[in-house]
């Protein structure tokens, strides 16, 4: 059984950093793509970036491109989110979600498994 789970979040002041983890089990990890996706209240899931099983192809959101910078140990079975330059507009419950593929995906409904969420909040 495939388990994922976030740390790492917490509330920081606009232009701060913050370094998501999210360490999974279940499977072997190194044969799978993996993603960030973000849920501010009262709006749906949004793709945030992906990462392929090998971490040599990333894919990153135009709304977070140049900030956040998404990364994977697949000898700690672990992906980050590493985010920097943090804006208001980045409050959500972020995600992290493992496909059934090597190669990364932006669509949600690529992946098959996902953890509970982080809170991060980001105060103007």
């Known amino acids: 059984q495939v388990q994922l789970v976030e740390s790492g979040g917490g509330l920081v002041q606009a232009g701060g950093s913050l370094r998501l983890s999210c360490a999974a089990s279940?499977?072997?990890?190194?044969?799978?793509?993996m993603g960030w996706f973000r849920q501010a209240p009262g709006k749906e899931r949004e793709f945030v970036a992906a990462?392929?099983?090998?971490?040599?192809?990333?894919y990153y959101a135009d709304s977070v491109k140049g900030r956040f910078t998404i990364s994977r140990d697949n000898a700690k079975n672990t992906v980050y989110l590493q985010m920097n330059s943090l804006l208001p507009e980045d409050t959500a419950v972020y995600h992290c979600?493992?496909?059934?593929?090597?190669?990364?995906?932006?669509?949600?409904?690529?992946?098959?498994?996902w953890g509970q969420g982080t809170q991060v909040t980001v105060s103007s």
């Open positions: 279940g499977r072997t990890f190194s044969n799978y793509a």
């Open positions: 979600a493992q496909r059934s593929r090597g190669a990364s995906s932006s669509s949600l409904n690529e992946y098959d498994y």
């Open positions: 990462i392929s099983w090998s971490g040599g192809s990333t």
